[in-house]
Structure formats: C-alpha cells, structure tokens
C-alpha cells in the first residue's frame, strides 16, 4: 500500500522558514517526477514546485521562485519543500504528489499525478 506523508507544517511568523518533508512507503519513486501543491482557505488547489526523477530540473510557480526549493533524496524516498521569506499568503494545506512520469512533463497538471498525500498545515501570521 503507497503512502505519502507529510510533515514539517506548522505556524510561522511573515519572514520566516519552513522545511516540510513528505515520505513515501510502499513503493519506490526514484523514477518518477515529484511536486508540491497547495490549497488555500477557500480557494482552488495549486501547483507549488516539481522536481525531476534525477534532481536535476526543477519548476516553480512564479510565486515562490527564489523563496522555496524542492529538493529530494532517493535513498530515502523522500521530496522536501524549503520555504524562506514567508508570506501570510503562502498559507495553505500542503500536499505532495507523485507524477506518472520521470522527467518533469506538464508539472501543474494534476491529472498526471498518480499518487498524494494527505497534507501538512502551513500558517504565516503577520
């Protein structure tokens, strides 16, 4: 059974750091694409950040470049979201996904991806 679990959410102050993790089980994913999203109060799920099967290419919203980094580590089987400078508007629930591919192929598409999880709270006060 695939199990993605988040962690690392919690309540931040405007400007401060997060690092969420999210851990995969039952299956290994090192070749497969990874991303974040995220679900605001009242608003439509979003694509965050994705990263390559191989950690070389990465994607951002423009709403988080040179603030987040998505890194990963195959051995362990685990995708991480480095967030700086945070904003009250980055809160949100935080959910990662697996995709069906390798290479980073129409990362905000949601339809491609195969497997999420059920999400880590994030709350940037101001």
């Known amino acids: 059974q695939v199990q993605l679990v988040e962690s690392g959410g919690g309540l931040v102050q405007a400007g401060g750091s997060l690092r969420l993790a999210c851990a995969a089980s039952?299956?290994?994913?090192?070749?497969?694409?990874m991303a974040w999203f995220r679900r605001a109060p009242g608003k439509e799920r979003e694509f965050v950040a994705a990263?390559?099967?191989?950690?070389?290419?990465?994607y951002y919203t423009d709403s988080v470049k040179s603030r987040f980094t998505i890194s990963r580590d195959n051995g362990k089987n685990t995708v991480y979201l480095g967030m700086n400078s945070l904003k009250p508007e980055d809160t949100a629930a935080y959910y990662c996904?697996?995709?069906?591919?390798?290479?980073?192929?129409?990362?905000?598409?949601?339809?491609?991806?195969?497997?999420w999880g059920q999400g880590t709270q994030v709350t940037v006060s101001s």
């Open positions: 039952g299956r290994n994913f090192s070749s497969n694409a």
């Open positions: 990263m390559s099967w191989n950690g070389i290419d990465t």
């Open positions: 996904a697996v995709h069906h591919f390798g290479p980073i192929y129409m990362p905000t598409k949601e339809d491609l991806y195969v497997y």
